[in-house]
């Protein structure tokens, strides 16, 4: 997908030292063509990648970073751009009831999203009213009425005889004789935008006067569901998109597109069939996921379960003491290992960026089986001492380890690095600055 794509584009990056113009030229073609993989709008891409080169080549790049991280994270921030920038939340109304009109196509998933909806509303301690107001597609009230059941919330109906501009209406009198402070109507699709849906949908907006009209995209369509929010938008007026199976192999083309093309934001993502499947969309997090570097929470989580807490609190009193071996080294290399991706871990865990960064330990898992080779040919006594490794002890262990002397020399040295860093970062904390943390 978009994600592996982007993440060969950049591995090439990271391999090098300094960037040529080519270089960034050359990444950005294939960050182009992947994006137009992904089903994203052509103009949308094109603008995109000019966007990027602008920004990289004209800038100083940040003394912190390598080129490639600077190139990486100027996508990011672009992608995140691209998407909208920030949460955008629906906008609840200071007079009750909150009125939300789900508009959309057949098979979008409306009436679904409908129940999310509530769900996560009723979570943050909101009184939601369902409102069915499809009255052609059989059985549509009864699915509602089902997940009404399921959620303990009242749904609001007058059957299928009654218009559903009047049923829309009748619904807000009800809401507001029960207290119930945001209605939810589920209006109904067609297979294709047609007419009469468009005459329907504006008969209750002009109506019932909606805070938000949310249009519901099934994001498996790609650009189709791009078109549809541009074409809702310029007839009817949308506030925001909810767009819905993404947790199918949908390839993200839309997520990317529906902001830049329509200029209306997702507010919400369906990730799955289940009532609990609502989630609010955060840019930066889908930039995030698109690059790959994960969720940075999850991360940690991870990080925290295979780091095993009793090692680390051994580990931070060797540090304390100054017993920190290369034997200890290598436990901690390889914990790290179990996590995955190990620059993107490092540079997320707090204070291991830095770490990394101050020290040019550059962990890579080509790297990584070096080091490791390297220390597995010391003897225990040149691990616990390292002091004593002398000229011939580097010809034997560099041999022993296929690796070169220069290859011994370095370890030895950030390890050295690191062991000093570990020192200063704790009496960092004692004396109760922010630095680093153990896990
Ligand atoms: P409507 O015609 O717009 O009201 O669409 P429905 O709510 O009836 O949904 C159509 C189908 O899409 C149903 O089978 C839903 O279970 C499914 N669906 C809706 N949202 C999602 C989602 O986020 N993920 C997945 N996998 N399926 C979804
Ligand atoms: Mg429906």
Redesign the pocket.
Known sequence: GLADKLQQTFKKLRGRGKLTESDVSEALREVRMALLEADVNFKVAKDFVARVKERAVGQEVIASLTPAQHVIKIVYEELTQLMGGTQSRITISSRPPTVVM?V?????????????LAHLLKKQNKRPLLVAA?IY?PA?IK?LQVLGEKLELPVFTLGDKENPVRIAQKAIEYALSHARDIVII?TA?RLHINEQLMDELKAIKNTVKPHEILL?V??MTGQDAVTVAETFNEQLGIDGVIL?????DARGGAALSVRAVTGRPIKY?????KLD??EPFYPDRMASRILGMGDVLSLIEKAEEAINLEQAREMEKKIRKEEFTLDDFLDQLQQLKKLGPLDQLLSMLPGMGNLKKLHGLELDEKEIKHVEAIIRSMTKKERRDPSIINGSRRKRIAMGSGTKVQDVNRLLKQFAEAKKMMKRLQEMQKTGKKGFKLP
């Open positions: 789900l959309g196509l057949q098979g979008a998933g409306k009436t679904t999203t409908a129940g999310k499809d597609r549509a699915q589920d699709g519901v099934d994001a819905t199976k993404l947790d199918g993502v369906g990730m799955g069939e499947a609502l």
